[in-house]
């Protein structure tokens, strides 16, 4: 990540994700949003062994939605696709997929929530408050410890930003720009599964 400015790329491609959200069609494209969320895949990278599990699910979710882009146009069209097949909750399918994405980046969500309001220099009790609020309640107990096992090798936040090239101040001012921007698109996506009352806790 050498002189790049990852939380800037994601703060704006979630930004752009927004707009479309708040436009007047409404419509969020497969291959934007796609786009966007491969960006946040080297966060969970940078989080180590603790995230391990979910940047491998993570990624494969996000590969797999970025192939659906070559067919399909947007988040909407996908879930119809998947409502009509009859395959929405099977294993492997678009529609679960994006709801293990939308997990992802809620998951990053509150995250950056805790590092903003959260002093000192230790990112255990922010990872542990997302991890607990999104991921916690779909795993079964073996996830579950080895993720309170991984806690501890967690990186400082000073390791975190510097990895992330950037200073505190900045860091923060993007995490924010990021949590503002994400949150209209997580209602969208829970939205478009409860509309269909397809639910989202599964």
């Known amino acids: ?66 192939e659906a882009s ?48 959260t002093k000192g220099n230790s990112l255990k009790d922010p990872a542990s408050k997302a991890y607990q609020q999104v991921f916690a309640p779909h795993h079964g107990w073996v996830i579950r410890k080895a993720v309170a096992a991984g806690m501890y090798a967690l990186p400082t936040k000073e390791q975190l930003l510097n990895k992330l090239n950037e200073d505190e101040t900045s860091a923060k001012a993007q995490m924010q720009n990021y949590v503002a921007a994400s949150a209209p698109l997580i209602l969208y996506i829970d939205k478009l599964f409860q509309t269909r009352n397809l639910g989202v806790d599964w």
């Open 70 to 117: 070559k067919s399909i146009s947007t988040l909407h069209v996908l879930l119809e696709k998947d409502v009509e097949a009859g395959c929405v909750r099977k294993a492997g399918s678009h529609s679960r997929n994006l709801l293990r994405v939308k997990r992802g980046i809620d998951m990053v969500k509150v995250l950056f929530e805790q590092i903003i309001v």
């Open 1 to 66: 990540m050498a002189n790049e400015k990852p939380l800037r790329k994601i703060a704006e491609a979630f930004e752009e994700l927004e707009a479309a959200v708040n436009s007047q069609t409404g419509e969020v494209e497969v291959a934007r949003f796609s786009q966007a969320c491969s960006l946040v895949s080297p966060l969970f990278g940078c989080l180590g062994i603790a995230f391990k599990f979910a940047e491998m699910d993570y990624v494969a979710k996000v590969h797999d939605l970025a």
